[in-house]
């Protein structure tokens, strides 16, 4: 297997054999339609009731898209973001000159000269094809994980079709998991030189009180000290970020509050 992939939910579907095949997706990458200061309702969310089976977990969301259900029936196919790949906010582009800046080996935020040696985390990677952009820009030590697995599905799908259309591709560093934010694994602690987040803290913001705390403090933890963060947010409000992203654990190298479209905010742990 190409892909590391490991689902800790073990649901028994055929996605962990060898032998699923998968069309090829089209390769498309798609902008997010979303602006900085709400994820726009879609015509999915009035019908949503038809395919939720709200439980406990969801009872405190603010909005549908903080819910589990929500973001499962979208990697089934179902609603308008339906597509094999969406990207929420904005793509690569825009999130690659702040990466190149701040991991410059003379800043020392990063262990290696080497970008293919930076061990990066992008949390609710949902279907956005940043991991396949950055393998493709020379990024190499990859991990995506989502609590939805038919997220952690297209992730697959993504890869395995790098891997069927472009010779030479082995993405065998690339590492596909099914994890909660607000509970990563102990191993991981301190593990990451860099974390990118597009719209995971805003969809786990929208999930209710605690868990946007939560999950700042397990990527904290599974950060090294150092390392660098870059959070891309509409959705957050700025008191909650700046308390969750508190001074006295980071420093702040960028301010996106003013941003047109979601901030990116660029994060160094202390
Ligand atoms: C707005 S989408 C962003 C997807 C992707 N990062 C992008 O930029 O296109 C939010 C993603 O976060 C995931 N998510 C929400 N809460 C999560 C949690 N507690 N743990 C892991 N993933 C979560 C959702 O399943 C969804 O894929």
Redesign the pocket.
Known sequence: MLISYTNNNNNNNNNNNNNWHIPPPPYIHRG?TTTSTS?HLSEFEKDYSKYTNTDDDETDAKSQ??T?SY??A??EGMGDFSSEE????YGFEVIQPYLEKYTRPSDGNVASNDKAEFNIL???????P?LLDMYNAGYRKLTG????QG?IDRQFDLLNYLVQTSSGSDVSSVELRV????SLPQEWNERFDVII????L???YL?GDG?FEK?VKELTRVLRRGGICIS?SGVVPADLRREGFCTEDWEWLRDGTDDLKAGCFVLKKR
């Open positions: 997010g994820l898209f903080g589990k973001w499962d979208m990697y969406y990207s929420w906010y992008i949390p609710g990677c949902g279907n956005d940043l994980f989502d609590y939805s997220a994890e909660d934010a607000r987040e597009k719209g995971a805003d969809a786990i999930s868990n999950s891309c």
